[in-house]
């Protein structure tokens, strides 16, 4: 089964940009849709962008024109670029299948944190 390992988190004052990249470690040409999410402690985990096979985004309310989530196949990988961050987007970000789907192996996720 695919897992995911993520990168790229941080510390970041608001206002601030940060790149998260998820690596599978085995191919995602076959899967149609990945997603990122996030989780804060005692809440469940929120997806907050997805992209498909034929490079199709969908975010949500909370991260839009914020946040653009990319994917490069040939690299297993799938990116999130965040922009103009705020204490709300504090949190530990994840990636997998989106939520309709079958989840593959969750990684560790990482860290973004944005403070002053």
């Known amino acids: 089964q695919v897992q995911f390992v993520e990168s790229g988190g941080g510390l970041v004052q608001p206002g601030g940009s940060l790149r998260l990249s998820c690596t599978a470690s085995?191919?995602?040409?076959?899967?149609?849709?990945l997603a990122w999410y996030r989780q804060t402690p005692g809440k469940p985990r929120e997806w907050v962008a997805i992209?498909?096979?034929?490079?199709?985004?969908i975010y949500a309310d909370s991260v839009k024109d914020r946040f653009t989530i990319s994917r490069n196949n040939p690299r297993n990988t799938v990116d999130l670029q965040m922009e103009s961050l705020i204490p709300d987007d504090t949190a530990v970000y994840y990636c997998?299948?989106?939520?309709?789907?079958?989840?593959?192996?969750w990684g560790q996720g990482t860290q973004v944190t944005v403070s002053s």
């Open positions: 992209v498909s096979n034929t490079e199709n985004t």
């Open positions: 085995g191919s995602i040409d076959s899967i149609y849709a």
């Open positions: 997998n299948t989106p939520p309709w789907a079958t989840e593959l192996g």
